[in-house]
């Protein structure tokens, strides 16, 4: 089983920058894809942006051009970098995987994280 840990969250003003990580560790695995979804108070959970194992990335088009995901390989990490962040922009962001595990528990799997919440003030 894959472990998620998250971090990165807080309060920051319209126009401020946040960076999100999340860091996935376990048996052994290989990863498909990481990313980042959101969910604001009162909304469905949507997606924000993720990246493959190829390394293409996939965003929402209300954070085109302000968020930036990326990786570090090494490390199991995916990041998200938030700029020009928008009151909208608050709700709890989580962290996902979709990941294929090898051994006794071999298969194709996705895991969420506990999220982290973002709070872009006025």
């Known amino acids: 089983q894959v472990q998620l840990v998250e971090s990165g969250g807080g309060l920051v003003q319209v126009g401020g920058s946040l960076r999100l990580s999340c860091a996935a560790s376990?048996?052994?695995?290989?990863?498909?894809?990481m990313g980042w979804y959101r969910q604001a108070r009162g909304k469905q959970r949507e997606l924000v942006a993720f990246?493959?194992?190829?390394?293409?990335?996939t965003y929402a088009d209300s954070v085109k051009g302000r968020f930036t995901v990326s990786r570090d390989i090494a490390k199991n990490t995916v990041y998200l970098q938030m700029n020009s962040l928008k009151p909208e922009d608050t709700a709890v962001y989580y962290c996902?995987?979709?990941?294929?595990?090898?051994?006794?528990?071999?298969?194709?799997?996705?895991?969420w994280g506990q999220g982290t919440q973002v709070t872009v003030s006025s």
């Open positions: 996902n995987i979709v990941y294929r595990n090898y051994g006794l528990d071999s298969g194709l799997y996705n895991y």
């Open positions: 990246i493959r194992s190829g390394g293409s990335t």
């Open positions: 376990g048996s052994t695995f290989s990863i498909n894809a």
